[in-house]
């Protein structure tokens, strides 16, 4: 698995104009867009893994602001490694080194949004206008990579939200299979519009972050927030608590 990984992204990324997609980024005050990105082998052994991850979801509803399904990073290493191995392929993670300009490293063990399935697929799912604030030290990023859309849903981003020195910019866009989204999470501003009936959404998301050093109470707000909006209370304190002790 870890060689089909390996051998189907390096010949994606090495196809990439690396030196214009940085200076977009930075353009775009770290936010980028790269339709195609997923090569369709690796795209649909992702697809494959679905059925498998497919009892692992976990729904939520937060009123006004969320509802939706989701499945956690621990699910996911227990289900489908192929998610893990693309999360640390090393070419994916100099690619986005690159971008940022910044010395990425991964999310600890016990973090359940280390990497996450993020699925739309009753009427009515949406996330409400967000950022994804990191709860660690250092700056938060995040990917996502659109796997399935058979939906209406648009991704609404507000560019430049944070600046003073520039008017805010709204984009919508479909996160079509194999689209890659990467943004600095304390930057952007944005969210998933409502799923209609009979529509599915799925997107994974990828979290990198400059210093993974966190103060225990943040922690605890990011399990909660992890257990209410996104996996569930069994799923982030057992794990958590069971990383914790490894
Ligand atoms: O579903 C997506 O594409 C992104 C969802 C999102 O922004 C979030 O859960 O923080
Ligand atoms: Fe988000």
Redesign the pocket.
Same mark, same amino acid.
């Given at each position: 698995m870890e060689a089909f990984v390996t051998d189907t992204l390096t010949d994606a990324l090495a196809a990439l104009d690396v030196p214009a997609l940085t200076q977009l980024f930075r353009n775009q005050d770290e936010f980028i867009v790269v339709e195609g990105f997923l090569p369709q082998p690796l795209l649909d052994a992702c697809l494959n893994a679905l059925d498998t991850v497919a009892p692992a979801i976990n729904r939520n509803y937060i009123p006004w602001h969320k509802k939706g399904g989701s499945v956690s990073r621990f699910d996911l290493d227990r289900l489908a490694p192929v998610f893990g191995k693309l999360y640390r392929n090393t070419a994916l993670v100099e690619l986005l080194r690159t971008l940022t300009g910044q010395d990425l490293e991964y999310c600890p063990p016990n973090d359940p949004h280390t990497y996450a399935l %993020?699925c %739309?697929t009753e009427p009515g799912d949406h996330?409400g206008f967000?950022y994804?604030t990191s709860y660690y030290r250092g700056t938060r990023y995040t990917v996502?990579l659109g796997l399935v859309d058979e939906s209406s849903c648009r991704?609404e981003c507000e560019l430049y939200r944070t600046r003073s020195d520039r008017a805010t910019e709204s984009l919508s866009l479909r996160?079509a299979p194999g689209t890659l989204v990467a943004f600095n999470g304390d930057k952007l501003r944005?969210r998933?519009t409502p799923a209609g009936a009979n529509e599915r959404r799925i997107?994974l998301?990828l979290e990198y972050v400059t210093d993974v050093a966190m103060h225990p109470l943040l922690r605890f707000v990011s399990n909660m927030k992890d257990s209410i909006a996104y996996f569930g209370f069994r799923q982030v304190f057992a794990r958590s608590g069971k990383r914790a002790a490894d």
């Amino acid at each position: 698995m870890e060689a089909f990984v390996t051998d189907t992204l390096t010949d994606a990324l090495a196809a990439l104009d690396v030196p214009a997609l940085t200076q977009l980024f930075r353009n775009q005050d770290e936010f980028i867009v790269v339709e195609g990105f997923l090569p369709q082998p690796l795209l649909d052994a992702c697809l494959n893994a679905l059925d498998t991850v497919a009892p692992a979801i976990n729904r939520n509803y937060i009123p006004w602001h969320k509802k939706g399904g989701s499945v956690s990073r621990f699910d996911l290493d227990r289900l489908a490694p192929v998610f893990g191995k693309l999360y640390r392929n090393t070419a994916l993670v100099e690619l986005l080194r690159t971008l940022t300009g910044q010395d990425l490293e991964y999310c600890p063990p016990n973090d359940p949004h280390t990497y996450a399935l %993020y699925c %739309y697929t009753e009427p009515g799912d949406h996330i409400g206008f967000h950022y994804d604030t990191s709860y660690y030290r250092g700056t938060r990023y995040t990917v996502l990579l659109g796997l399935v859309d058979e939906s209406s849903c648009r991704l609404e981003c507000e560019l430049y939200r944070t600046r003073s020195d520039r008017a805010t910019e709204s984009l919508s866009l479909r996160l079509a299979p194999g689209t890659l989204v990467a943004f600095n999470g304390d930057k952007l501003r944005h969210r998933i519009t409502p799923a209609g009936a009979n529509e599915r959404r799925i997107a994974l998301t990828l979290e990198y972050v400059t210093d993974v050093a966190m103060h225990p109470l943040l922690r605890f707000v990011s399990n909660m927030k992890d257990s209410i909006a996104y996996f569930g209370f069994r799923q982030v304190f057992a794990r958590s608590g069971k990383r914790a002790a490894d």
